[in-house]
């Protein structure tokens, strides 16, 4: 006998996570065993970026995030419009995230 039997996660959000944390650029590695995402701040005027959080994660996961940050980036503009890039400085560099 099959039953598909869907179990619930109950996901946690303490109080200072739920604040979250801005990041304007995140620094992508990986190794053959997982995907590391520095999340970090730059500021004007700061020749220094201070990672705020590190998250580490297989493939299988950063692949799945990948999927689901698309899909809802296409929500998103399904509903708000378009949006637009920027971020190419004088030099021709391209500051910010980074595909």
Same mark, same amino acid.
Request: hydrophobic fraction near 45%; charged fraction near 15%; proline fraction near 6%.
């Given at each position: 006998m099959n039953q598909n039997v869907e179990k619930q996660i109950k996901i946690e959000l303490g109080e200072a996570e #739920? %604040?979250?944390?801005?990041?304007? +650029? *995140?620094?992508?590695?990986?190794?053959? #065993? %997982?995907? *590391?995402?520095?999340?970090?701040r730059v500021l004007p005027g700061k020749p220094k970026a201070k990672v705020y959080s590190r998250i580490i994660? #297989?493939?299988?996961?950063?692949?799945? +995030?990948?999927? #689901?940050l698309g899909d809802n980036v296409k929500k998103y503009e399904a509903q708000f419009g378009e949006i637009k890039l920027h971020g190419v400085d004088v030099k021709g560099k391209n500051i910010g995230f980074q595909e």
């Open positions: #739920a %604040e979250g944390t801005y990041s304007n +650029l *995140v620094l992508i590695t990986h190794s053959p #065993a %997982e995907f *590391v995402l520095d999340f970090t994660m #297989a493939p299988q996961h950063a692949k799945s +995030l990948l999927r #689901a």
